[in-house]
Structure formats: structure tokens, C-alpha cells
């Protein structure tokens, strides 16, 4: 009887400590993954603060990029819209200079100055007198009237075949089987006037 006790106090006292070491180790597994948890939450942290500066770095670094282009390519804009200050040149003009006035700004009063004319005479004032060439000519058994340089008079040939652009030049002008020939001619003498006196001499052939 005794023999048995004994054993059975060693089983009670065995029995008793597998259990407490049982306890033991099943409260220490949460214990361990408790501090998984909290290191797992300190690392997550550690990199949304990571993840949070290159952001907030990024956003900054995209707003001076989008201001840098928004301010250099307003500016374009703004120099073409801002009007232009034209500040002349401090010198005196090149007909005023003292070279070109006298007998040479004389000799060029009387020319052929008037444009998109085929022939045309004015002075070099504001009210002077004009003259021109006016004729008919015959297009397709039609009469137009020609004066004005233009391409639908389809003449074969006009313009100056020589000048020298102060007291002479001669001009050859072909409408349809018809030939003009213009001479304008200036010179300078004691009973003329100012800028001299000039001249025109037109010829004409007609093939038919």
C-alpha cells in the first residue's frame, strides 16, 4: 500500500509540473506572437514614413517642374502681346544729309515714281501733278481698257528695258498683235524750272 502511494504522489507531482510547463508554454506563444505583432507594426511604420517623405519629396519637385514650364511658356505670350516701343535712330535721314540735297535732290523732282501703273509720271511732293498711259486694247474680239498693271491684261511683254533711274528710260509694251513703246526723257536748262523739264514720246505698230 505504501509502495503504491508513493507512486501515485510521484505521478500527481509529475502530472502537476507537465501541466504547469504545458501553461507555461501556451502562454508563452502569444507572448512571442505579441512581439512579432510589434515588430511587424514598428517596420510598417518605419516604411509609410519612408513612403511618405519620397511622396511629399515628389509632389514638391513636380510643383516647381509644372511652375518652371507654366512661367516659361506664359512669358512668350506676354512679349508678344506687350506692344513694341520703336525708338528712332538719333541721326538725321539720308535725303536731309547735305550730299543729297542741291542739284541732286533737284534732279530727281521729276521721275517715273508712280507704282502698278505700266507708265507713270509724278514729282516728289505730296500734291503734284500725275500723268499716265491709258489705252484700249482688243482681247477676243472684246475692248479693254488698260492702265493698271495687272496679270489678267495678259500682256506677253511690259516693264522697263532700260533706266537709270533719273532723266531716261525706254520701255516696250506687247498687247495682242499690239506694240507700245514708251521713251521718257528729263533735262535740265536755263528757262526751265525747278526739277527740269521732261518728256514723253510713245510709239505704237499694230500688226493688223
Known sequence: MSGNG?????SRIKSSTDVDEFDRRRNS????????????????????????????G???????????????LMKPVEDAQRPRVVT???????????????EHKESLYWGTYRPQVYLGI??????????????????????FMRHVCQDSDELSTYGWTHHNGRDYGHQVLIDHGMTLATSFLKSKEDGSGYGGDWTVRIDVKSEK
Open 88 to 102: 528712332p535712330f538719333p541721326a538725321p535721314k539720308i535725303m536731309d544729309l547735305p550730299q543729297f540735297q542741291g
Open 6 to 10: 508513493r507512486r501515485s504522489a510521484r
Open 58 to 72: 515628389f509632389v514638391v519637385l513636380a510643383f516647381f517642374i509644372i511652375l518652371f514650364l507654366i512661367l516659361h
Open 122 to 143: 509724278r514729282a516728289r511732293t505730296p500734291q503734284s501733278l500725275v500723268a499716265g498711259l491709258m489705252w484700249i486694247g482688243v482681247k477676243d474680239g472684246r475692248y
Open 29 to 56: 506563444k502569444p507572448d512571442r506572437e505579441v512581439r512579432k505583432d510589434r515588430i511587424g507594426d514598428h517596420s510598417f511604420i518605419r516604411i509609410l514614413n519612408v513612403n511618405i517623405k519620397a511622396l511629399l
